[in-house]
């Protein structure tokens, strides 16, 4: 069973950086680089939003428009990790992050979450 762990979440004034990292585990029957990796987010009492996705090939990415520019997400294959690195935060990118793995075969994992909240 695939598991997926966030960490580096914090409580930041706006307009500094956080940088994310999602660890993964637990593969069995394909290896981290054929997952693809996306990082989502849940604003209070708002619905789940897509935020960031890397595909198979590390330069294969994609972002909302509202983080794109100050966002950037990254895979290092040899940790079988994904990052997440966020520049100039705002307010309104106070969400829980999570992140999501799916598999060759469309299998979906998700992680927990990690609490990112932006207030000075």
């Known amino acids: 069973q695939v598991q997926l762990v966030e960490s580096g979440g914090a409580l930041v004034q706006p307009g500094r950086s956080l940088r994310l990292s999602c660890a993964a585990s637990?593969?069995?029957?394909?290896?981290?680089?054929?997952?693809?990796m996306s990082w989502h987010r849940q604003p209070p009492e708002k619905e789940r939003e897509l935020v960031a996705l890397?595909?198979?090939?590390?330069?294969?990415?994609n972002y909302s428009d509202s983080v794109k520019g100050r966002f950037t997400i990254s895979r290092d294959n040899s940790q079988n990790t994904v990052y997440l690195q966020m520049n100039n935060l705002k307010p309104e990118d106070t969400a829980v992050y999570s992140c999501?793995?799916?598999?060759?075969?469309?299998?979906?994992?998700w992680g927990q979450g990690t609490q990112v909240t932006v207030s000075s």
């Open positions: 890397i595909g198979t090939a590390e330069d294969a990415t």
């Open positions: 637990g593969f069995t029957e394909f290896t981290f680089s054929y997952y693809v």
């Open positions: 999501r793995a799916v598999s060759p075969t469309s299998t979906i994992y």
